[in-house]
């Protein structure tokens, strides 16, 4: 089945004329058009741009200056600025809005010869664990059409899963890339804070977000990393660290490499089945060579509140300038300059934006920034100080993705805390800046479920290491859901 090979098996096919980067695109437009009416994993699809990049791709086949990634079809998060779609955050406010320009994310991927099919569902604005708050509407789960995808990259995890695209590039800012993953069975790794360019990502929360691949395997994630990431003049946090070749060392042996498992996410709280799970993978880990130690994060248990002061904070700056006159949304009922303003915001976001807003102003008005913000960003420095600490006894910290399995579409969108839980184990990574991955490792009650991988700064290759070493004797990265099957 063409749809389920992986990225460097399609190359191959790519370069040995077995099939034509324009034949591949109408393979996977077609996947599309049969199967996302029921996923509504995609905000947009354009056919005529998806097959212009093809044709580009093949013109790098002929005259050979193609790369591992030209001709691959690709989702894009609909956060990414792109000059040649619409960009909509998921947002009314944002409805039909072009960009000027490419993100740089963008722009080294279509230099690659990757083919952008279309622009991903997603939360409004990156806000939510299940994309129910798009104003899209939902996106679901293929494994099970009533189930939630997970958020805020829902979109890009559901294409990917039932295999409508290679691949997919999401972003996460408190989990978005690992709790989808985890949801619908696939892998995603956050890169290191400054690993790739924000140049051109509708901006969340500054200090947090970073984009990275969603893929079915480790290895694909690897290659679309290879051509994401880097320095960028364009994004004043951009790391200047020199960027390796993500796919060299996938297949080193993890004979010597120490994980810690860190007491604080293993309590009773956690699922029995999905601790079931986890035992399983250590004990493929173990024979693969990997040693176990036990470590403590005592200051883990403040992430999640951390994260939702920080986090709604600078997304209370960043959306202020969606104001009805330069971008997006303008209310048409409005009198005066300052009502314009109110009923463009009114109209234009959505109910959890709001929240955000709301708070994220009052944590940083005067008399509280001190209480609120700063307390905040203290935390953050000794959660990051708990995992550097950790990093100096191990190379890769392990815990679980996400508390359980996919929830039920509605079944959390009125009670926000316990929404913000679904992240509990993926929002220190962001906090500390750090590189983190989910993969698949089973299913509970025909729900995947993922496991979690931190790296210390910089270290994706040994995410990526350990992740492929459990994906050549596992097959869980492969299975996918039947009823997304080869069309006739
Ligand atoms: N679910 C978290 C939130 O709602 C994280 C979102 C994200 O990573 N973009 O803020």
């Not at 389920?4 to 098996?9: D, R, T």
């Not at 009416?37 to 056919?47: A, P, R, T, V």
């Not at 989990?175 to 051109?200: D, E, H, L, M, W």
């Not at 979690?452 to 995410?463: H, P, S």
């Amino acid at each position: 089945m063409l749809f389920n090979k992986s990225i460097s098996q399609i190359h191959d096919m790519l370069v040995n004329r077995e099939i034509s980067a324009t034949e591949l695109t109408k393979y996977y437009l077609k996947r599309i058009n049969h199967y996302d009416k029921q996923l509504q994993s995609f905000i947009h699809l354009d056919e005529d741009k998806a097959l212009e990049y093809a044709l580009k791709a093949e013109q790098m086949f002929a005259d050979n200056s193609y790369t591992p990634l030209t001709g691959i079809p690709v989702g894009m998060k609909d956060l990414f600025v792109t000059k040649d779609m619409p960009t909509t955050c998921g947002s009314k406010m944002l409805k039909g809005y072009m960009s000027p320009f490419n993100s740089t994310l963008v722009e080294r991927f279509l230099s690659a010869g990757g083919v952008m099919v279309g622009k991903n569902n997603m939360d409004e604005f990156a806000m939510g664990s299940s994309n129910e708050t798009s104003y899209y509407g939902e996106c679901r789960n293929p494994w099970n059409t009533e189930y939630v995808p997970g958020g805020s990259s829902g979109g890009s995890a559901s294409c990917v899963a039932a295999r409508i695209a290679t691949a997919s590039i999401g972003t996460d800012t408190g989990g978005s890339i690992r709790q989808p993953a985890s949801f619908c069975g696939v892998t995603g790794i956050k890169p290191t804070y400054g690993r790739i360019s924000r140049y051109g990502m509708v901006a969340f929360a500054s200090s947090l977000d970073q984009a990275g691949p969603i893929a079915p395997s480790a290895e694909d994630c690897a290659i679309l990393l290879n051509h994401l990431s880097g320095f960028d003049k364009m994004d004043s946090t951009s790391s200047r660290m020199e960027k390796p070749d993500f796919t060299s060392g996938l297949n080193k042996s993890l004979e010597g490499l120490t994980i810690g498992i860190p007491e604080e996410f293993f309590s009773d709280q956690l699922d029995k089945r999905c601790a079931a799970l986890i035992d399983e993978a250590k004990k493929e880990l173990t024979a693969l060579g990997a040693q176990f130690r036990s470590i403590h994060l005592p200051n883990l248990k403040y992430s999640v509140a951390t994260y939702y002061v920080i986090a709604p904070c600078e997304a209370s700056s960043n959306l202020s300038r969606f104001d009805g006159v330069r971008y997006g949304h303008r209310s048409e009922q409005s009198e005066t300059l300052e009502e314009m303003y109110v009923n463009s915001r009114t109209e234009g976001f959505g109910e959890e934006v709001k929240r955000r807003i709301i708070v994220g102003t009052f944590a940083l008005s005067s008399g509280y920034y001190d209480d609120y913000y700063q307390k905040a960003q203290k935390i953050r420095q000794v959660i990051r100080n708990d995992y550097l600490t950790a990093f100096r006894d191990v190379d890769v910290i392990l815990c679980p993705s996400t508390p359980g399995t996919a929830f039920k579409i509605g079944e959390k969108i009125d009670d926000p805390i316990s929404m913000y839980l679904a992240d509990i184990f993926t929002i220190s990574a962001n906090l500390a800046g750090l590189p983190a991955l989910s993969m698949p490792i089973g299913f509970i009650d025909e729900l995947p479920y993922g496991l979690q991988l931190v790296g210390d700064r910089f270290c994706e290759k040994q995410l990526l290491q350990v992740a492929h070493q459990y994906q050549q004797v596992t097959q869980w990265h492969n299975k996918h859901p039947e009823e997304f099957g080869e069309i006739a």
